[in-house]
């Protein structure tokens, strides 16, 4: 059972910064995939970020260019630097890791409001 703790998220203005933590109970190294997703009030959860075992990076449209995922294997954590944060950026952001035996975890969620 792997565990993923979320960290970092809070309240902020439109054009600000923030960066979420999500630490694992395992060597990061050794997963798949791990990823950052999100989900706001009365919509599905949607992939925001992810890193392949490889370093292969993906971001959805609406991130690109203003967040980036990255990990700190010592530390056996991702993160996810947000900026140039906008309204609707809003949501409760999660951590997701994919095992080499393709199980999926999640992390609790953290919040991030960005306002106007």
């Known amino acids: 059972q792997v565990q993923l703790v979320e960290s970092g998220g809070g309240l902020v203005q439109a054009g600000g910064s923030l960066r979420l933590s999500c630490a694992a109970s395992e060597t990061i190294s050794s997963f798949n995939t791990l990823g950052w997703y999100r989900q706001a009030p009365g919509k599905l959860r949607e992939l925001v970020a992810s890193?392949?075992?490889?370093?292969?990076?993906y971001y959805s449209d609406s991130v690109k260019g203003r967040f980036t995922i990255s990990t700190d294997n010592a530390k056996n954590t991702v993160y996810l630097q947000m900026n140039n944060l906008k309204p609707e950026d809003t949501a409760v952001y999660y951590c997701?890791?994919?095992?080499?035996?393709?199980?999926?975890?999640w992390g609790q969620g953290t919040q991030v409001t960005v306002s106007s």
């Open positions: 890193i392949t075992r490889g370093g292969s990076t």
């Open positions: 997701n890791v994919i095992t080499p035996r393709l199980i999926v975890y």
